[in-house]
């Protein structure tokens, strides 16, 4: 959108730069995007000596005035949860347009009241050789989609104007999900209860149709609403080294950092920024990332900050993140002997059924793991990697003790004797542990943590029933229920998940 700006004509063209998520919180986006739009046209003559002074006051005079107008209809109640309920006046807002310089019968439809102002506004601006205003709208993808959308309606029924474009940056998907969203409840409604009120319409073939009616719908929206669109090719691989020096020259940066960044983070980052998955957002994320570490905590490793921040970058690594933030000592002990040679030190280094991806198998051999495996504790460089996610302590401390759980579980397993001393003292060990961890866990304080207390309690019940006190143990029983309970490991560890990325949305 910057590109397209600076080819406009600065002479003809009034450019407008409207960030919808900025005024998210605002109850109307009408009334900031035509204040934008005001705004810049008098920044505009102002920068220029021979602009028409006199048609631009008076264009921003007229779209001040539907400002007023949709200002004073406006008024917001608090709803439930501290969420804004719009109430509309369109009384009190034609009244306020009417106190302009209009002739004959006041116009009963707000819209068109609102319409004829922007209007005559524009033309004014033609008579004097401004041919266009250009209104860039940036990150509407980044707002909730009922105000997406808002934003949308907005730009559909008031600037459809001979002089106005927009020129929108967002994701497609994001305008199809605030359709759904706007339309899906209602049509469901209204559909899923027949005139006697029993709702026999809602059986799963309806509830299908229905689904496809909405996705339908959803998609056309899209297609009306913009004239002309153009999907941004995906940045291949191989133009990385492009889009980094792009974004180093932007960012003006001393030598020292400059040097720093394109001979250090490129070759961490082509572990990333793989063919067919180069966002160049998520580049400037990962770059912001290594750059408030090594700002914040110059003492830690360069390398070493880089080659763990790589393993949280990918996503789809998270276990081998959470094999390495519960137990770093047996993640590095497997690493060095996957490393050299033994395949089936990958087991432990991805806990998860399944084989592991085959780039993080190439990234697990590459020289880019090397300061990081050669460091005998991460837990600085994880702290570190962490303050700059947003993770709650709790964590970090459940993935640890989550580890203990599963090393103590192994240890049951691997027992020759299931009635021994030495037997009991891992029951005894795995029920603190596994205190401990409802502890962490429940500190998150989230509806999900709640269900992961109730199987935490589950888990140590089977752990307590392995050495009854009122009976001696029977070594087929107690295998039976040691089965139980290392089915239960995974369980815990999911749920854990599900806690963690809850909590990030938790008002707590």
Same mark, same amino acid.
């Given at each position: 959108?910057?590109?397209?700006?600076?080819?406009?004509?600065? =002479?003809?063209?009034?450019?407008?730069?409207?960030?919808?998520?900025?005024?998210?919180?605002?109850?109307?986006?009408?009334?900031?995007?035509?204040?934008?739009?005001?705004? +810049?046209? %008098?920044?505009?003559?102002?920068?220029?000596?021979?602009?028409?002074?006199?048609?631009?006051? /008076?264009?921003?005079?007229?779209?001040?005035?539907?400002?007023?107008?949709?200002?004073?209809?406006?008024?917001?109640?608090?709803?439930?949860?501290?969420?804004?309920?719009?109430?509309? =006046?369109?009384?009190?807002?034609?009244?306020?347009? /009417?106190?302009?310089?209009?002739?004959?019968?006041?116009?009963?439809?707000?819209?068109?009241?609102?319409?004829?102002?922007?209007?005559?506004?524009?033309?004014?601006?033609? +008579?004097?050789?401004?041919?266009?205003?250009?209104?860039?709208?940036?990150?509407? /993808?980044?707002?909730?989609?009922?105000?997406?959308?808002?934003?949308?309606?907005?730009?559909?029924?008031?600037?459809?104007?001979?002089?106005?474009?927009?020129?929108?940056?967002?994701?497609?998907?994001?305008?199809?999900?605030?359709?759904?969203?706007?339309?899906?409840?209602?049509?469901? =409604?209204?559909?899923?209860?027949?005139?006697?009120?029993?709702?026999?319409? &809602?059986?799963?073939?309806?509830?299908?149709?229905?689904?496809?009616?909405?996705?339908?719908?959803?998609?056309?929206? %899209?297609?009306?609403?913009?004239?002309?669109?153009? &999907?941004?090719?995906?940045?291949?691989?191989?133009?990385?080294?492009?889009?980094?020096?792009?974004?180093?020259?932007?960012?003006?940066?001393?030598?020292?950092?400059?040097?720093?960044?394109?001979?250090?983070?490129?070759?961490?980052?082509?572990?990333?920024?793989?063919?067919?998955?180069?966002?160049?957002?998520?580049?400037?994320?990962?770059?912001?990332?290594?750059?408030?570490?090594?700002?914040?905590?110059?003492?830690?490793?360069?390398?070493?900050?880089?080659? *763990?921040?790589?393993?949280?970058?990918?996503?789809?690594?998270?276990?081998?993140?959470? &094999?390495?933030?519960? /137990?770093?000592?047996?993640?590095?002990?497997?690493?060095?002997?996957?490393?050299?040679?033994?395949?089936?030190?990958?087991?432990?280094?991805?806990?998860?059924?399944?084989?592991?991806?085959?780039?993080?198998?190439?990234? *697990?051999?590459?020289?880019?793991?090397?300061?990081?495996?050669?460091?005998?504790?991460?837990?600085?460089?994880?702290?570190?990697?962490?303050?700059?996610?947003?993770?709650?302590?709790? %964590?970090?401390?459940?993935?640890?003790?989550?580890?203990?759980?599963?090393?103590?579980?192994?240890?049951?397993?691997?027992?020759?004797?299931?009635?021994?001393?030495?037997?009991?003292? *891992?029951?005894?060990?795995?029920?603190?542990?596994?205190? +401990?961890?409802?502890?962490?866990?429940?500190?998150?304080?989230?509806?999900? +943590?709640?269900?992961?207390?109730?199987?935490?309690?589950?888990?140590?019940?089977?752990?307590?029933?392995?050495?009854?006190?009122?009976?001696?143990?029977?070594?087929?029983?107690?295998?039976?229920?040691?089965?139980?309970?290392?089915?239960?490991?995974?369980? *815990?560890?999911?749920?854990?998940?599900?806690?963690?990325?809850?909590?990030?949305?938790?008002?707590?």
């Amino acid at each position: 959108m910057d590109a397209i700006a600076r080819h406009l004509s600065d =002479d003809s063209t009034v450019a407008v730069e409207f960030n919808a998520w900025r005024f998210e919180r605002e109850p109307h986006l009408l009334i900031p995007l035509l204040d934008t739009v005001r705004e +810049s046209l %008098v920044d505009w003559a102002k920068a220029r000596p021979n602009a028409p002074r006199e048609r631009v006051r /008076d264009a921003a005079r007229r779209i001040g005035r539907v400002v007023r107008a949709l200002a004073a209809g406006a008024s917001g109640e608090v709803g439930v949860s501290g969420a804004i309920k719009l109430k509309y =006046d369109a009384g009190a807002a034609l009244e306020e347009l /009417d106190a302009g310089d209009r002739e004959g019968q006041r116009p009963q439809s707000l819209y068109f009241a609102g319409f004829q102002e922007l209007s005559n506004a524009l033309e004014g601006l033609a +008579s004097e050789g401004v041919s266009r205003i250009v209104v860039f709208v940036d990150d509407l /993808d980044r707002c909730l989609p009922a105000n997406a959308l808002e934003v949308l309606e907005s730009m559909k029924l008031f600037f459809d104007l001979k002089g106005f474009v927009f020129v929108v940056g967002l994701d497609e998907e994001i305008v199809e999900r605030a359709v759904r969203a706007k339309f899906a409840d209602g049509q469901d =409604d209204e559909q899923a209860t027949g005139a006697d009120g029993t709702g026999a319409a &809602a059986e799963a073939g309806d509830a299908r149709v229905r689904s496809g009616g909405v996705q339908s719908l959803s998609r056309d929206y %899209v297609k009306k609403i913009f004239q002309l669109p153009f &999907a941004l090719p995906p940045v291949g691989a191989d133009q990385l080294d492009e889009l980094l020096g792009s974004i180093y020259g932007d960012a003006g940066l001393g030598d020292e950092q400059d040097a720093d960044l394109r001979n250090r983070v490129p070759k961490y980052l082509r572990h990333v920024a793989r063919e067919g998955r180069v966002n160049p957002r998520q580049v400037k994320r990962f770059i912001n990332a290594y750059t408030l570490q090594t700002l914040v905590k110059p003492q830690l490793d360069r390398d070493v900050v880089l080659a *763990l921040q790589t393993i949280v970058f990918n996503e789809d690594w998270g276990p081998a993140y959470e &094999a390495i933030v519960g /137990d770093w000592l047996s993640f590095r002990n497997d690493l060095e002997r996957y490393r050299g040679g033994d395949d089936a030190a990958l087991v432990d280094l991805w806990p998860r059924e399944g084989p592991a991806p085959p780039d993080l198998v190439t990234y *697990l051999l590459s020289e880019q793991v090397v300061p990081m495996a050669n460091e005998p504790n991460l837990d600085a460089y994880i702290y570190s990697l962490e303050s700059t996610r947003s993770t709650q302590r709790w %964590v970090i401390d459940a993935y640890k003790d989550l580890s203990e759980v599963r090393r103590l579980i192994r240890a049951m397993n691997d027992s020759q004797a299931v009635t021994g001393a030495d037997f009991s003292q *891992l029951v005894e060990e795995l029920g603190k542990m596994l205190s +401990s961890l409802s502890s962490h866990v429940g500190s998150a304080r989230t509806p999900n +943590s709640t269900r992961f207390l109730q199987l935490v309690d589950e888990t140590a019940e089977i752990n307590r029933q392995l050495h009854p006190t009122d009976a001696p143990p029977d070594e087929a029983t107690v295998r039976r229920d040691l089965a139980r309970l290392t089915a239960q490991e995974p369980r *815990l560890k999911r749920q854990v998940a599900l806690v963690r990325d809850t909590a990030a949305f938790s008002p707590t």
